[in-house]
């Protein structure tokens, strides 16, 4: 699969959110972070708006939820519309059987890594999950800057992907720009979520090419 850069509308004006996302046409998927002042310091939207998106654009939602106890309430997003719901490893009880559960509702299951988090237990995991969100700012907050010590993460869950011939896209979230999108594109990732990158600016579309482009030119062409 190609590149896919997904913006995060954090950093969108949120009064506004239905025709910021109209903004971003050429978007592959509109990140969506969901944040309950437990599992994060910050707080920011439940299902109601995510439905209340859902309905509003056409673009696929993929949903970020910093949240604990993502197994009580990580259902009701996927039920909300959501094309894809991304839970925290760190706080899911049972992340099989809730991924599974997300995929029997109709959404992908995604499975997040905040930076200090190994990844090895979650490697043989990988075959129930549709993608993997490496992050690479500590969650919370838009507009901070990328902690290249996540790459060498990266990289091993990017191998165990191609060792067991899954298609599990990898994602990478948090300072990503035009600068940073080559690091991660050359570790592996291959779905750019971008905040600040994309709605810091006057033309959030052009922002979404210069990073495509950017991610492309340190894409490897075997992956
Ligand atoms: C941070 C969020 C990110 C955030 C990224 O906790 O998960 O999605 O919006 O913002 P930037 O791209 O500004 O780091
Ligand atoms: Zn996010």
């Known amino acids: 699969m190609g590149i896919q850069i997904t913006p995060s509308i954090l950093n969108a004006d949120f009064g506004n959110l239905a025709a910021e996302v109209g903004r971003i046409p050429s978007a592959d998927m509109v990140h969506v972070d969901v944040m309950d002042n437990h599992f994060v310091p910050n ?3 439940g ?3 995510v439905e209340a998106l859902s309905r509003a654009t056409d673009q696929p939602l993929d949903i970020h939820l910093m949240i604990d106890d993502p197994d009580r309430w990580a259902p009701g997003y996927a039920e909300a519309g959501a094309a894809s719901v991304t839970f925290h490893a760190e706080a899911a009880g049972e992340p099989v059987s809730l991924a599974r559960r997300l995929r029997e509702i109709g959404a992908r299951a995604g499975i997040a890594l905040k930076p200090g988090t190994d990844a090895t237990p979650y490697l043989d995991l990988l075959p129930e999950f549709d993608q993997v969100l490496i992050m690479t700012v500590e969650p919370g907050f838009g507009g901070q800057s990328f902690i290249p010590e996540t790459m060498p993460k990266l990289r091993r869950v990017a191998d165990a992907v191609r060792n067991a011939g899954l298609d599990v ?24 979520v971008a905040g600040s990158a994309v709605f810091g600016g006057e033309v959030p579309a052009e922002r979404i090419a210069s990073l495509r482009d950017a991610a492309s030119a340190h894409t490897h062409a075997h992956r």
């Open 47 to 49: 299902p109601t708006m």
């Open 43 to 45: 707080l920011t939207l």
């Open 169 to 192: 896209w990898l994602q990478v979230d948090g300072g990503i720009t035009a600068d940073t999108i080559g690091i991660a594109a050359e570790a592996g990732a291959n779905t750019f």
